[in-house]
């Protein structure tokens, strides 16, 4: 009997301790599992940076995100990238080599401040005409007074809307684009067939997005810089922390390069490929619709 009550109150201290342990370990696993990247499974709509989310959540967040960095946006863009994002952004425009004469009609989803349908509008030596989508009116408002700036309003409309309902016809572009916009939109798989529904026949996706870094040593340096760099320059340039951690941390989150091209080719695109820039750090998915 004594050896049976002085047993159970060390049983039960040792139980609950069990527990405690059990449950740290949980957390420790839960919070390990919210780093890791998603897989063709999807997770992004849960996902707001390392959070979860509940469903419908993400969306607003993001929305927020953009509406307090819209007027900082290009100035950190640089800042972020050290300039690197305008090398990439002319590759994919290279890649898509738009014709110079008429007729090219392209949509630029998540287009934000306007820098994708610039870069077109010029390559196409002003013949090209296209749409900046994104969900967001500040951004769009200052990819708007840009345009004007430029003198590419002839050229260019803006639309509010959902990457994930585009308010087009069927077979209506003859390209799309998307630049580090498509971690940010929950349902990517909608995105996605969204963007082959609105292609014609022959028509050409184009996803230019950071990615996972496929070169030892750099992935330190890069993790180093993001995690730590990021945020602070974020705080001392825009004043604000938060939307940058969220940005980082959705980069980690996004499918890995093969993930993501597997996720394009379900949506019924043909001959996706993929091209990595700067060791990986962003990648450049190509795809047709035939
Ligand atoms: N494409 C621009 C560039 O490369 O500079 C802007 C990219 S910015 C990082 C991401 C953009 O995605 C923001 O302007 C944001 O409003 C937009 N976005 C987020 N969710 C969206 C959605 N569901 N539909 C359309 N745009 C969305």
């Not at 201290?13 to 890791?36: F, I, P």
Request: glycine share 10%; with cysteine.
């Amino acid at each position: 009997m004594v050896k049976a009550e002085h047993a159970r109150p060390r049983t039960g201290t040792l139980d609950w301790r069990a527990a405690g342990a059990v449950n740290r370990l949980d957390e420790m696993q839960e919070h390990k599992m919210s780093q890791q990247r998603v897989s063709t499974d999807g997770g992004m709509q849960t996902s707001y940076g390392f959070r979860t989310v509940g469903d419908g959540e993400k969306q607003v967040l993001v929305n927020d995100v953009f509406h307090k960095v819209a007027k900082r946006y290009d100035i950190m863009n640089d800042v972020m990238s050290a300039g690197m994002h305008r090398v990439w952004k002319d590759a994919l425009v290279a890649s898509l080599n738009p014709p110079r004469r008429p007729g090219f009609r392209f949509l630029d989803v998540a287009g934000g401040t306007g820098d994708i349908a610039f870069r077109i509008v010029a390559a196409s030596d002003r013949q090209a005409t296209g749409t900046v989508l994104d969900i967001n009116g500040s951004m769009l408002g200052v990819g708007a007074e840009r345009a004007a700036k430029k003198g590419y309003t002839e050229n260019l409309d803006f639309v509010e809307a959902n990457a994930e309902e585009l308010p087009f016809d069927d077979n209506t572009f003859d390209a799309y684009t998307i630049a580090f916009g498509i971690r940010n939109v929950p349902d990517i798989d909608k995105a996605l067939s969204e963007a082959f529904r609105v292609l014609r026949r022959g028509g050409r996706f184009l996803c230019l997005e950071f990615s996972e870094v496929e070169m030892p040593l750099l992935d330190k340096v890069y993790d180093a810089w993001s995690f730590n760099g990021i945020p602070a320059m974020g705080k001392a340039i825009a004043g604000e922390a938060e939307p940058y951690q969220y940005l980082v941390e959705s980069i980690r989150k996004f499918p890995r390069q093969r993930d993501f091209a597997a996720m394009i080719g379900r949506a019924g695109f043909s001959r996706v490929s993929y091209t990595n820039y700067t060791g990986g750090i962003a990648a450049l998915h190509s795809a047709w619709k035939i």
